[in-house]
């Protein structure tokens, strides 16, 4: 028996071509259960750098290990807009400029957040603007114009998303056909928080947060924390589905600050952002299994860094422009299958990076 195995070793030996066999790694990428993915609405590299110089200390941006570059042009356009830059995002092909869920013909297309809803995933929208605004009501509505905002707040019964937070409650309950969408959302078993301390009080189930009556005041000028127990409490929600969860967060002002040319509104908008990183980081880290991917739908205001003074002198920074530029933006991803991320690509393949990550097939 010993000598037919020799005999045997020696023949496979002679017959790779006296090279030893080639061991060959197995690959078995662990995949997720849940993903949270965040976007910095018009946060190029230069409003990161701006952040982290205001700040004198590192940021939460530079725990991430894995980075990419995702190419913002829209199907109408060499620069995008947030609604084609979002819808991108959701449902994996880019769009004309103003598009809410629907491809370049204005198609109504599945979202991944509804490809989650549909696989059983608890499922969340967290935004410091309107929740109807172009960025959240692209991965829930199917409009051929991001202006349509009473249509975009109907669109939220047309799903069984599980949280939402954000402001805008005046697209619900004070609208031109008359109806209460509020009292809709609450026949079907949502908790209405209309404060932070309405929406903390909520521990488990459905939960419609509408926080103002149209877009959230700036983080300075009022709002203040809440992003970051918005985020939580939607994570606190969603945890509770055995199967997973997606959840999107967005830091909506950022762009805002951008069109303004105004470097405090815009650096004090992102440094919240990255607090609410920070935050989701921490919960991903302990959990174990939970992917985060950061990126930016565009860039705003064709921000340049002259110096590094750049919140108390003019000549520190330079403003090309108060619209959007069509340079690539930062795309960064932490926890299992952060590696598919890196790289240089078109923003519509987040979608399906996305997808893949959940597991999720078009067409389910």
């Given amino acids: 028996m010993r000598l037919n195995s020799l005999l045997l070793a ?4 002679l017959i790779s071509g006296c090279n030893p066999p080639k061991q060959v790694p197995e690959v078995s990428p662990q995949k997720p259960k849940n993903v949270i993915f965040m976007i910095g609405d018009g946060m190029g590299l230069a409003q990161i750098q701006a952040a982290i110089t205001a700040h ?4 939460n941006f530079e725990r991430f290990k894995v980075n990419g570059l995702s190419k913002t042009s829209s199907a109408s356009s060499y620069i995008t807009d947030s609604a084609a830059g979002a819808t991108a995002f959701s ?3 880019k769009t004309y400029n103003g598009a809410i869920g629907v491809d370049a013909d204005t198609v109504a297309q599945t979202t991944v957040l509804e490809y989650a809803e549909a696989a059983g995933l ?11 605004h172009a960025t959240p009501a692209a991965f829930i509505a199917h409009q051929p114009s991001r202006k349509m905002a009473e249509a975009i707040a109907l669109d939220f019964l047309a799903t069984d998303i599980d949280v939402f937070i954000g402001g805008g409650k005046k697209y619900f309950n004070q609208r031109k056909d008359g109806h209460n969408l509020l009292d809709s959302l609450e026949a079907r078993n949502y908790q209405m928080a209309y404060s932070l301390a309405a929406m903390k009080q909520v521990v488990e189930g459905k ?11 700036p983080f300075a000028q009022g709002r203040g924390e809440m992003l970051v127990p918005a985020a939580l409490k939607a994570i606190e929600l969603l ?5 997973g969860f997606f959840l999107m967060v967005e830091g909506s002002q950022i762009d805002w600050g951008g069109h303004m040319n105004d470097m405090n509104y815009m650096v004090s908008e992102l440094l919240d952002f990255d607090k609410t990183i920070g935050r989701v980081l921490d919960f991903a880290e302990k959990e174990g299994n939970t992917l985060v991917v950061v990126t930016a739908d565009h860039e705003t205001g064709g921000l340049t860094l002259l110096g590094k003074d750049v919140l108390t002198n003019p000549d520190a920074v330079h403003f090309s422009t108060t619209h959007h530029t069509a340079v690539m933006v930062p795309v960064f991803a932490f926890g299992p299958g952060a590696e598919a991320f890196g790289g240089t690509y078109e ?3 987040l979608f399906t990076k996305l997808m893949d990550a959940l597991g999720l097939k078009t067409g389910q």
Avoid: C, E, R, Y
């Avoid at 020696?10 to 030996?13: H, K």
């Avoid at 499922?123 to 109807?132: K, N, P, Q």
């Fill in 10 to 13: 020696l023949s496979i030996f």
């Fill in 56 to 59: 004198t200390q590192s940021l």
């Fill in 91 to 93: 449902i994996g092909k």
């Fill in 122 to 132: 608890a499922t969340g929208l967290v935004a410091t603007s309107a929740i109807t």
């Fill in 207 to 217: 939960l419609a947060a509408l926080l103002s009556d149209s877009g959230m005041p």
């Fill in 239 to 243: 945890h509770k589905n055995d199967k």
């Fill in 347 to 349: 923003n519509n393949t």
